[in-house]
């Protein structure tokens, strides 16, 4: 028994490892955390409960079966933040670059067809090349099915999705379609396309960072819901977004304690809006004096600025914000902003979160 229990230790100790030990330096000389790390990080300690740790691809094409690392490219399972359920599944660069195939896409489905049973949000931590090219239809295959969990969870349970890497081709399909989507500046790209392949089709030349890096895609595109300094502090400022969001279409948003005094005066706001009608005014100075204890979570901040969107907290309970900036454009609807609210409302609106 004593041999059994070695030799798992010694399997669990290799999987951890994913692509190896230099591969994992190369990571962090890039300014980015391993999969495993980012779970940690995302994650109440100690609350991470992993599923197919031991699960290898099946391909034996190209000399693939060589090669099968413990875990497939993606670290999948449920855990808890704050003490609510979450399903969350983070790919490994390290493990071909991430690379879907078809057993990377089990993976996944599966944490997706149990977020869905069990009523939890699903957080997706990407850092993937796209698909498998050595497995060819069968890694295509594998992204429509991911994509049909995805629809099937759209308004059921929250999807959260992280771009720690660069995401291309079929990659950044699914997090397009999830509620939010959020980016690593300077270390994450989604494009379908990279900046090779533009140059050769149209002879243009594009950085990878004009084509699909944080500040596009947060700033022009409207892709991205915010962007974030690196990994450490992405991965904090989801656990303060899920701490907004409800478990599923069920059950309500949590009720956190409060310590500002509902019956508060704020002086300040008596003279917030100016006499002068041609004279703007932040607005983001009332709402964060509305706010419990100041706390505005923001989305999309960089893009469409004469509206603003986000969550608060009044009296415990979450709040979405849709507010005109007259700071910007004196507060007026173009498409941008109107897109931009739309899209916020949509998602929380209540017919959404509640049956």
């Not at 999807?159 to 397009?176: E, F, K, L, R, T």
Request: hydrophobic share 40%.
């Amino acid at each position: 028994m004593k041999d059994i229990l070695d030799e798992l230790e010694n399997r669990r100790r290799e999987a951890r490892l994913g692509g190896g030990q230099r591969r994992i330096d190369a990571q962090h000389a890039r300014g980015k955390l391993t999969a495993r790390e980012r779970i940690e990080l995302l994650l109440d300690e100690g609350s991470f409960e992993e599923f197919d740790m031991f699960v290898r691809h099946r391909s034996t094409d190209f000399g693939m079966e060589n090669d099968r690392p413990y875990g497939d490219g993606v670290v999948t399972g449920w855990g808890t933040i704050n003490g609510r359920m979450v399903y969350v599944f983070s790919q490994d660069f390290t493990v071909f670059g991430g690379s879907l195939s078809e057993t990377h896409a089990q993976k996944i489905c599966k944490i997706m067809d149990m977020a869905l049973q069990n009523g939890a949000p699903v957080i997706g931590l990407n850092d993937s090349g796209g698909a498998r090219i050595q497995e060819g239809v069968a890694s295509l295959a594998g992204y429509a099915d991911v994509f049909q969990r995805n629809i099937m969870a759209s308004g059921v349970v929250p999807q959260i999705s992280v771009i720690m890497g660069p995401c291309a081709g079929g990659a950044v399909y699914s997090p397009a379609m999830t509620d939010f989507i959020f980016m690593v500046k300077d270390t994450s790209y989604m494009f379908v396309t990279g900046p090779d392949v533009v140059k050769t089709v149209t002879n243009e030349v594009v950085t990878a960072e004009q084509l699909g890096g944080a500040s596009t895609h947060t700033k022009k595109s409207s892709v991205a819901d915010g962007a974030f300094e690196n990994d450490v502090e992405a991965l904090t400022e989801i656990r303060r977004l899920f701490d907004f969001l409800p478990l599923n279409n069920r059950e309500k948003a949590p009720t956190r304690p409060f310590f500002d005094d509902p019956n508060r005066v704020e002086a300040s706001l008596d003279t917030l809006v100016p006499d002068n009608p041609n004279q703007p005014y932040d607005m983001k100075e009332l709402i964060v004096k509305v706010a419990d204890e100041g706390d505005f979570y923001e989305i999309q901040k960089d893009h469409a600025g004469n509206i603003v969107t986000g969550f608060i907290r009044i009296e415990g309970q979450t709040v979405g914000v849709v507010a005109n900036q007259p700071m910007v454009l004196a507060g007026c609807l173009d498409i941008d902003s109107s897109r931009k609210a739309a899209r916020f409302v949509r998602f929380a609106t209540p017919s959404k979160f509640r049956s």
